[in-house]
């Protein structure tokens, strides 16, 4: 499994406000960006979505800037994935549910399930109707997911003050 850079940058972006000094003090996303070394015009978007999401809480104006909308400790970093991840789908006999809805926020479960051999006949691989492979890949995401859910962005900013030092 390989989260996106847009996964990627999210978490940075969360990491980063996280181990401000002054938590309530607005950041740019100019300042995360450099930080990082990534691209402003792509963070950017991240940061609207995780705005949309309610991570991040955004003020606009000559003094605006982002923070974050909540307690580290209230963060779930496998919730967090499994709302910007856009696609779990390893094999092409994963499929996302066509009732999913990108706007509400997913609690529980993958956002995925195995075809149905019985009901869809149009997936390529010829041993889709026998293959045991695709239940050892289902059962490796869902445990990397559970792991993630395990942990907030708490949990990983223990070592704040060294973050701070390579980001501030």
Known sequence: MRLTNYSDYALRSLIYLAVKSEPDVLTNISDIASSYD???????????KL??????????GKNGGIKLAAAPKDI??????KQIEPDFELV??????ANSDDREPRTTGLPITLIN?????????VI???????GVF???????I???????????????????????
């Open 128 to 134: 889709t109707p026998v293959c045991e492979l695709k």
């Open 138 to 144: 289902f059962e490796a995401l869902t445990a990397f």
């Open 117 to 125: 051999e019985e009901v869809d006949k149009s997936v390529g691989c």
């Open 92 to 97: 092409e006999c994963f499929v996302t549910p």
């Open 146 to 168: 559970t792991v993630l859910e395990k942990y907030t962005l708490a949990d990983i900013i223990t070592n704040k003050d060294k973050l701070a030092t390579l980001l501030f």
């Open 38 to 48: 990534i691209s402003k015009s792509h963070l950017t978007k991240i940061i609207h």
């Open 76 to 81: 779930n970093l496998g919730l967090l994935i």
């Open 51 to 60: 705005g949309q999401m309610g991570y991040i809480e955004s003020v606009r």
